[in-house]
């Protein structure tokens, strides 16, 4: 359409220019009689020479018009073009997100399968305790101990020692 609206006022820019030569002829018009020939192009009849003289205001205002329409278009264009750019940039920034968004999710359900591994891991590690609380109660008991001290590593240490007083005994070694 902007490509119709620069192709009328260039038609209409070139009417002007004719018209503005017809105009420049006046001096000439004044020496025409009807049935003679004009000495610039041989014709008998001379239209213009009676005072009927086409004016370019009408083609003026519509030049002026066209001129308007054209810059307007154009801002419009350039208005286009910046939303266009601008509706690009802001889908490839959601492109973006949604990438991250994807990622995120990813990382979360990895962290709520690694948090779910570690619960169960550790709800093995309780009843691998539990069993090996059950068989320490059950040897224990042969030493007159029947319950488990809360203070476990206190007894650790006792057993180490008591593992080492034990083997000093039977090698007669001092050193284990």
């Keep these: 359409m902007l490509r119709e609206y620069r192709s009328e006022k260039e038609a ?14 006046e001096e000439h018009r004044n020496h025409l009689v009807d ?47 910046s939303l266009t750019t601008a509706e690009r940039d802001a889908s490839t920034a959601l492109i973006e997100q949604k990438k991250k ?16 591994s570690s ?10 305790f539990s069993a090996m609380e059950k068989v320490l109660s059950e040897k224990f008991k042969a030493y007159g101990i029947h319950k ?6 206190c007894l650790i240490g006792g057993a180490s020692f008591t593992k080492g007083y034990m083997a000093e005994k039977r090698t007669g070694n001092k050193d284990p």
Excluded at 12 to 25: H, N, T
Excluded at 119 to 128: D, I, P, V
């Design 119 to 128: 619960l169960e891991s550790a709800r093995e590690a309780q009843q691998s």
């Design 12 to 25: 209409l820019l070139r009417e002007r220019e004719y018209l503005a030569r017809i105009a420049a002829l």
């Design 35 to 81: 049935g003679k020939e004009c000495p610039l192009c041989g014709s008998l009849e001379h239209p213009f020479a009676l005072g009927n003289v086409p004016t370019s205001d009408d083609t003026e205002q519509k030049i002026v018009l066209l001129t308007q329409i054209i810059a307007d278009a154009e801002a419009l264009e350039t208005k286009i073009q």
């Design 148 to 153: 488990i001290p809360e203070d476990l590593p």
């Design 101 to 116: 968004e994807t990622v995120a999710h990813h990382a979360k359900e990895s962290a709520i399968t690694a948090h779910n």
